[in-house]
């Protein structure tokens, strides 16, 4: 079985095969990796064999690994809790799930109490399923403008989780969408620089289809 540096290693590699198909540069992909199914020696492996992010998907997981012997950038990936929101920005550098007014407003007064800018994307619900957490594609224009009166949250960008599927290719649609939005969006908002998409089984569609970020577990981990 591989260890994580060769694991590391290899989807580096395959990182810069699709960027040089796409005619993108591999250096403006950012590789998050998902902490979920790792251990801290697991982690802190990764970080040494180039990993400069890892997403988090609970707050209590986080308290559990603040032990990293490495520097890292942290970020928050799973559905925040209004009551989890203190920690989350005591423990994290960006929280990537941000899905409703209400949300950002908390984040911004723990923030404001903790004197941090806090990074933060917008998490898009880009299939509009009624189940899914987001916002509505329809709406982000709207929500940024509305979150604009927060002066400690610094907004960075769109995220979306789309639909698993064993065939990648039936991402390519939500992804191609989610890339309209974004450069739309930028046109206003040139500071967003982060359009966070794909994971493990469709990451190279979505770099195909204009991801910068990338989050990957199970590749690594399992």
């Not at 359009?195 to 204009?210: C, H, K, Q, Y």
């Amino acid at each position: 079985m591989a260890s994580v540096t060769e694991k590391v290693k290899q989807l580096f590699d395959e990182i810069k095969e699709v960027c040089d198909e796409s005619g993108r540069g591999f250096k403006g992909i950012k590789v998050l990796a998902a902490a979920k199914y790792a251990t801290v020696a697991q982690l802190n492996e990764a970080i040494k064999a180039g990993v400069s992010i890892i997403g988090e998907n609970r707050v209590q997981d986080a308290i559990k690994r603040e032990g990293l012997s490495l520097p890292v950038e942290k970020h928050f990936i799973g559905h925040l809790q209004t009551n989890k929101v203190k920690e989350a920005v005591r423990l994290f550098d960006c929280i990537e799930s941000v899905d409703s007014y209400r949300l950002a407003e908390m984040i911004n007064i723990e923030a404001e109490r903790a004197l941090k800018k806090m990074e933060m994307l917008i998490e898009v619900n880009i299939t509009s399923d009624p189940r899914k957490y987001g916002v509505e594609s329809g709406e982000v224009r709207h929500f940024l403008r509305k979150i604009g009166i927060f002066k400690y949250l610094e907004v960075k960008g769109l995220m979306a989780i789309v639909p698993f599927s064993e065939n990648p290719e039936e991402a390519r649609t939500y992804f191609r969408k989610m890339t309209l939005l974004y450069e739309d969006c930028r046109k206003s908002w040139p500071e967003i620089d982060t359009l966070s998409m794909g994971m493990t089984g469709d990451f190279r569609v979505a770099i195909e289809e204009g991801s910068n970020e990338v989050r990957i577990g199970s590749y690594l981990f399992k």
